[in-house]
């Protein structure tokens, strides 16, 4: 019975790097809408949308993980010779999964900083805008002289 728990964990393990690695892709393609100067913002949202589906997927790996192991752990700790090679196996799983989270942050750092840049150079751009669209009005009433009123004298005697 203790064998197809540790199985179980191995499996888990298996399938976590396996989203780790889902990730990664969805951190690439992140990375390159965001060096791209007309991203549409509905790209974006999709993909942070599929990355949150993923994350969560990863959560409950390992809440599944956590709640399996807890049944094991002492069988493990008190027999380990018995289980050497499953227990090798879940250290080596362990590994690659640390290497690909260390990936993932290291990813999602870079990241952030170009949505910094990117969401700083948009706000520039609305202001540019902005700015302009208040010219243009600004111009056109001049034209129309909506905003004009005629000169006047005013009779200060009495």
Known sequence: MQEQ?????????????????????MNEEQRIL?????????DFEKNIQRKAELIEEMNLLDDGFDEVYQRV??????????????IEQLQEQIR?????????????KRNYDLAVKKFSSVK???????????????YYQNMMKLNFIDP??????K
Do not use: C, G
Not at 73 to 86: C, F, G, S, T, V
Not at 124 to 138: D, G, L, T, Y
């Open 5 to 25: 728990y540790i199985e179980i964990l191995i499996q888990s393990l298996k399938k976590k790097l396996e989203v780790l690695h889902k990730i990664q892709a």
């Open 124 to 138: 520039k751009q609305i202001r540019e805008v902005k700015a302009s669209h208040k010219a243009v009005n600004q």
């Open 96 to 108: 690659d999964v640390t290497a690909a989270s260390s990936q993932v942050r290291a990813q999602e």
């Open 34 to 42: 965001l060096l791209d100067e007309n991203l549409p913002p509905e």
């Open 73 to 86: 752990r002492d069988d493990l700790l008190q027999n380990q010779a018995a289980y050497k090679q499953q």
């Open 152 to 157: 006047q004298f005013m009779d200060n005697k």
